[in-house]
Nanobody, 124 residues
């Protein structure tokens, strides 16, 4: 069983930066693809970014490409989401998720394990 714990959320002004972290338990973390999703109030949970186990393949939501960067440190069992040039529309609860089949998918159903989420609020 993989447990995921997100951290790094908070309140930031538009144009600012945050780095989210997702710490995973379990010895098989390095074989999993990892994803970040977000959910704003009253909206569906949306894909943000994904990375395969080796870090060789990454994918991004079009509206965050060039502003957000997903990365991972398998030695630390941690995946990161560096968010720059934040906009008010980035405000949401951000979740990390783990896919044991290493697909790097943009679809939530591909992920078996989820964290509890961390709130990101961007003020204008």
């Amino acid at each position: 069983q993989v447990q995921l714990v997100e951290s790094g959320g908070g309140l930031v002004q538009a144009g600012g930066s945050l780095r989210l972290s997702c710490a995973a338990s379990g010895r098989t973390f390095s074989s999993y693809a990892m994803g970040w999703f977000r959910q704003a109030p009253g909206k569906e949970r949306d894909f943000v970014a994904a990375i395969t186990w080796s870090g060789g393949i990454t994918a991004y939501l079009a509206s965050v490409k060039g502003r957000f960067t997903i990365s991972r440190d398998n030695a630390k069992n941690t995946v990161y989401l560096q968010m720059n040039s934040l906009k008010p529309e980035d405000t949401a609860v951000y979740y990390c998720a783990a896919d044991p089949r290493n697909r790097g998918s943009q679809f939530a159903y591909a992920y078996d394990h989820w964290g509890q989420g961390t709130q990101v609020t961007v003020s204008s």
